[in-house]
């Protein structure tokens, strides 16, 4: 058993963060993290962010997991970072297990901040377990870490953010997107992806969903139908989209198997992607001493995943008795800076979510 001051769960922009305010309070940390890469989805994203300056606004995301990661060096507390390493299990008397390169280990932090992030959601459809359906997480894996298309012709399901960017990227990368669908009247992501995506000719159909996917071996072609105002199919509006590639976009869930296991107070609250976890201004949960940040808390955006693990780093630093005025200034100025990502009326769902977390909006 291995004892560690802080460990945090996960090397994305919320982990990251965290360890960075925690470390340089002069709290040792050990970060696992079970991908080979540090950043999370951040690894992915080639595009220029949106946000804040303090929140690295039109950096490349693939740039930002950079400096996240760099600047864990040389700082009074240190950060030991396993790459390969996954949490498997976290008990009730905080002992955490994880397969660490092969090796099975038992860690016993005395406070902990799961970053874990979220998983993709599916959608029932005839077909949809055919060679060739990939979400989107998948599609830019393939695209961005391993320079694979994923096929010539791709449909699209799902018009948030992450649909349009993905769409975006399959056309950057020389991939034909014949259509974007989405079941919502409106498209959810931002404009300015939506425009871009127009630009090309690719329409976008909202009110519309994918009936069928056909193939052999793989897909070959889907059919789609359009909604009436009930979310039921429009008799006679099939068309048939001849496609390799269906990539479905329909948002995140919170990745809480950890914290359920923990025993933590959690609440199903749709507006944060669905079973969150109760939390106090600190981010700390109904378990003391232990902390979330990022999407496991609800699904947000990397702006707020690394605010939020700031206000986790710093917490956990004052639990362990890092107590200086310097953290106390930090926090209260995080919590303003998560006041104004929150603020636009584009967030009023979130505000509405995190109020009924607990949280500080
Ligand atoms: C296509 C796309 C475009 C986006 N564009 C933007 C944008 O323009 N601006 C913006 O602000 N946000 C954007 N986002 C959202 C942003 O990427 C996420 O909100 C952010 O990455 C969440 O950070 P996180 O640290 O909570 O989680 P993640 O980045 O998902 O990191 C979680 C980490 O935890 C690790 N992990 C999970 N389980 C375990 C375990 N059991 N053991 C060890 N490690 C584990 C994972 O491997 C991962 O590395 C975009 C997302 C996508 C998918």
Same mark, same amino acid.
């Given at each position: 058993?291995?004892?560690?001051?802080?460990?945090?769960?996960?090397?994305?922009?919320?982990?990251?963060?965290?360890?960075?305010?925690?470390?340089?309070?002069?709290?040792?940390?050990?970060?696992? *993290?079970?991908?080979?890469?540090?950043?999370?989805?951040?690894?992915?994203?080639?595009?220029?962010?949106?946000?804040? *300056?303090?929140?690295?606004?039109?950096?490349?995301?693939?740039?930002?997991?950079?400096?996240?990661?760099?600047?864990?060096?040389?700082?009074?507390?240190?950060?030991?970072?396993?790459?390969? $390493?996954?949490?498997?299990?976290?008990?009730?008397?905080?002992?955490?297990?994880?397969?660490?390169?092969? !090796?099975?280990?038992?860690?016993?932090?005395?406070?902990?901040?799961?970053?874990?992030?979220?998983?993709?959601?599916?959608?029932?459809?005839?077909?949809?377990?055919?060679?060739?359906?990939?979400? $989107?997480?998948? /599609?830019?894996?393939?695209?961005?870490?391993?320079?694979?298309?994923?096929?010539?012709?791709?449909?699209?399901?799902?018009?948030?953010?992450?649909?349009?960017?993905?769409?975006?990227?399959?056309?950057?990368?020389?991939?034909? /997107?014949?259509?974007?669908? @989405?079941?919502?009247?409106?498209?959810?992501?931002?404009?300015?992806?939506?425009?871009?995506?127009?630009?090309?000719?690719?329409?976008?159909?909202?009110?519309?969903?994918?009936?069928? $996917?056909?193939? @052999?071996?793989?897909?070959?072609?889907?059919?789609?139908?359009?909604?009436?105002?009930?979310?039921? !199919?429009?008799?006679?509006?099939?068309?048939?989209? @001849?496609?390799?590639?269906?990539?479905?976009?329909?948002?995140?869930?919170?990745?809480?198997?950890?914290?359920?296991?923990?025993? /933590?107070?959690?609440?199903?609250?749709?507006?944060?992607?669905?079973?969150?976890?109760?939390? @106090? $201004?600190?981010?700390?949960?109904? /378990?003391?001493?232990?902390?979330?940040?990022?999407?496991?808390?609800?699904? *947000?955006?990397?702006?707020?995943?690394?605010?939020?693990?700031?206000?986790?780093?710093?917490?956990?630093?004052?639990?362990?008795?890092?107590?200086?005025?310097?953290?106390?200034?930090?926090? !209260?100025?995080?919590?303003?800076?998560?006041?104004?990502?929150?603020?636009?009326?584009?967030?009023?769902?979130?505000?509405?979510?995190?109020?009924?977390?607990?949280?500080?909006?």
């Amino acid at each position: 058993m291995i004892s560690v001051p802080l460990l945090i769960i996960g090397a994305g922009p919320a982990g990251l963060c965290a360890a960075y305010r925690a470390a340089e309070a002069g709290v040792d940390v050990l970060i696992l *993290e079970r991908a080979q890469k540090l950043g999370g989805q951040l690894v992915k994203q080639t595009h220029k962010f949106f946000g804040s *300056e303090k929140q690295f606004a039109s950096t490349r995301g693939i740039e930002i997991a950079k400096i996240l990661t760099d600047r864990l060096e040389g700082l009074p507390g240190r950060v030991e970072l396993q790459t390969d $390493a996954t949490v498997l299990g976290f008990y009730e008397d905080g002992v955490v297990t994880a397969e660490v390169r092969g !090796k099975f280990m038992k860690y016993h932090p005395e406070c902990c901040i799961v970053a874990t992030g979220a998983s993709e959601k599916t959608l029932a459809f005839a077909g949809n377990d055919l060679p060739g359906v990939y979400g $989107a997480g998948a /599609v830019q894996t393939l695209m961005n870490e391993y320079g694979v298309r994923p096929g010539n012709r791709v449909l699209m399901i799902g018009a948030g953010n992450i649909g349009l960017i993905v769409s975006y990227q399959l056309l950057q990368a020389g991939v034909k /997107v014949a259509a974007v669908l @989405d079941a919502a009247d409106e498209i959810g992501g931002y404009l300015v992806h939506a425009s871009k995506i127009r630009r090309a000719g690719v329409p976008i159909l909202t009110r519309h969903t994918v009936e069928r $996917a056909y193939g @052999d071996e793989r897909v070959e072609h889907a059919i789609i139908h359009a909604l009436d105002d009930e979310w039921k !199919k429009i008799p006679g509006s099939e068309q048939q989209f @001849d496609v390799d590639v269906i990539c479905v976009a329909v948002g995140l869930s919170p990745l809480t198997d950890l914290l359920w296991q923990a025993g /933590v107070d959690m609440k199903y609250i749709g507006a944060l992607g669905g079973y969150v976890p109760l939390r @106090d $201004a600190d981010m700390m949960t109904s /378990v003391k001493g232990l902390y979330i940040a990022g999407d496991v808390a609800g699904i *947000e955006e990397a702006s707020s995943a690394m605010v939020e693990g700031e206000i986790a780093g710093i917490a956990a630093a004052l639990r362990l008795g890092f107590i200086t005025e310097k953290n106390e200034i930090l926090k !209260k100025d995080c919590l303003n800076q998560l006041r104004q990502l929150r603020a636009g009326p584009g967030s009023e769902k979130i505000r509405t979510g995190m109020a009924l977390a607990g949280a500080y909006v």
